[in-house]
Each structure stands twice: as structure tokens, then as C-alpha cells.
Nanobody, 127 residues
């Protein structure tokens, strides 16, 4: 049974930091690219960042230079370090797996390629 479980969300003041984790089981984690997505209230879900099996990374412009994605294949864990958080970063954050091992703006914008999703972890940034 495949499971992706996010953790690390919470309430933080603007300018603060949070570290999200996603622990995977039941899938060949090291062979898949992984992505972080978020959905704010009243908005569509959007891709935030992805990392390929070979650790090539991509970030959307709104989080570039503030967020860092990484993976530990030995521990089947995906991480998103979020610094300099802004109120507009407030959203439910999800991790997802891409069996096609792509990581680019195009692949991040195509949710259909992601085959498994976690339940999400809430991030709230107060002003």
C-alpha cells in the first residue's frame, strides 16, 4: 500500500521558517521525482517545487530563493525548507510522486502525471 505522509506544518509569523517533511512508503521512492504543491483557500492547487530522482530541482518564481527542496532516498523522505515566509504562503501543502521522473515547470504544472498524493499539512503565516 502506497502512503505519502506530510508533517511539519504550523502557524508562523511572517519572516519565519518551517520545514516540511514527506515520508513515503510502498513505492520506489528513489526512482521517482517528487513534488510539493499547495492550495490556498478559494484558489486552485499549484505546484511549488519538484526534485528528480537525480536531485535536479525546480522552483516556481514565487518561492525561488526562499524555499529549498531536498530528498533522502535512504530514508524515503522529501523535505521542503521554507524561509522568509509570507502571508501569501498560507496554504495546505501536499507532496506527490511522479513515476515519469520529470522535474520542470511543465511537469510541475501537469498534476495528472503525479500518481500518489499525501493528505496535506497546513501552513499558516500571520502578518
Amino acid at each position: 500500500q502506497v502512503q505519502l505522509m506530510e508533517s511539519g506544518g504550523g502557524l508562523v509569523q511572517a519572516g519565519g521558517s518551517l520545514r516540511l517533511s514527506c515520508t513515503a512508503s510502498g513505492l520506489p521512492f528513489g526512482a521517482y521525482s517528487m513534488g510539493w504543491f499547495r492550495q490556498a483557500p478559494g484558489k486552485e492547487r499549484e505546484g511549488v517545487s519538484c526534485i528528480s530522482a537525480g536531485s535536479r530541482t525546480y522552483y516556481v518564481d514565487s518561492v525561488k530563493d526562499r524555499f529549498t527542496i531536498s530528498r533522502d532516498n535512504a530514508k524515503n523522505t522529501l523535505t521542503l525548507q521554507m524561509n522568509s515566509l509570507k502571508p501569501e504562503d498560507t496554504a495546505m501543502y501536499y507532496c506527490a510522486s511522479d513515476p515519469y521522473n520529470s522535474c520542470s515547470g511543465s511537469s510541475l504544472a501537469t498534476e495528472q502525471r503525479y500518481n500518489y498524493w499525501g493528505q496535506g499539512t497546513q501552513v499558516t503565516v500571520s502578518s
